[in-house]
């Protein structure tokens, strides 16, 4: 997938906007007489969707005068993070194999396998786990123990079945380009690709007997001591983001081309 020339002249408007964005946000904060706090969170690509578009807003209406900053990496990363006090909090999907840490779990949702709807996978009335396992796999970045890697590692080796090929990539984009592309599969947390669903781009191929979740936990180092700005943004997150979602559906539609898109 590359660019058209439609998506060239609109991604050079984005670029601008950002960066008067970023502007006007150092500027409110040089010229502002309240004490500004800073909370720095620590998140990684599959907790962004679900997590940030709910809290930030309900959170920067109570709390204008503190300053979030938010940095997305992988899971060895936001733990050094946290170690050396870079990072107030972090959220990561589970399992976390540092002890060190303090876990709280933020929410639950389904992890599903999809693959595109160009894939052999999609022309199958019924998927059975000995077709899943037949395709390469793509999964995001982590270190071995981690998050869904870990997860599906696991399921691979419950099932007796190898992993043949694995194709790693960084962020959430990457991970979903090639996804679309039709090479192989992955497993994804339904919240962060829900629209993909609904509008036919990316098509479940769940076997009945298959049922995995993805969980999503606050985690926090015991040693240092929060701020208050912190404390209520775990607060405010909880609070957002804790409501059951196990149940989430959609309604497959067409797949549809984006403008700014040329295969």
Known sequence: MYLSQAG??????????????????????????????????????FNTQRCLSSVLQP?????PNVH?????????????????QAID????????????????????????????SVHPLAALSKVAWSDICRYPLILSRQKNGFGIRAVVENLYHSHHSAIDSVVEVSGDQPLRQLILSGYGISFV????????????????????????THQVAIAT??????????????????K?????????R????????????TS
Do not use: W
Request: hydrophobic share 40%.
């Open 68 to 84: 979030i900053q938010i940095s997305e990496c992988l899971p060895n990363a936001l733990v050094r993070g946290l170690e050396k």
């Open 221 to 238: 180092h015991p040693k240092h001591a929060l701020s208050p700005a912190a404390e209520g943004l775990i607060e405010t997150m909880l």
């Open 59 to 63: 959170y920067r209406q109570q709390n």
């Open 8 to 45: 060239e002249a609109f991604i050079t408007y984005c670029r601008t906007g950002l960066q008067d964005i970023e502007a006007g946000i150092t500027s409110a904060l040089r010229t502002s007489t309240a004490p500004i706090e800073k909370v720095t969170l620590g998140i990684t690509c």
């Open 89 to 116: 909090l972090a959220v990561f999907s589970l399992p976390v194999p540092v002890e060190t840490l303090q876990l709280e779990i933020l929410y639950e949702e389904p992890l599903i396998p999809v693959a595109a």
């Open 189 to 212: 947390p339904l919240s962060q690709f829900q629209k993909d669903l609904e509008e036919g781009l990316l098509i479940a191929i769940q076997p009945p007997e298959l049922s995995l």
């Open 250 to 261: 959609y309604t497959p539609k067409p797949p549809a081309i984006s403008p700014f898109l």
């Open 240 to 248: 957002r983001c804790s409501s059951p979602d196990h149940l989430i």
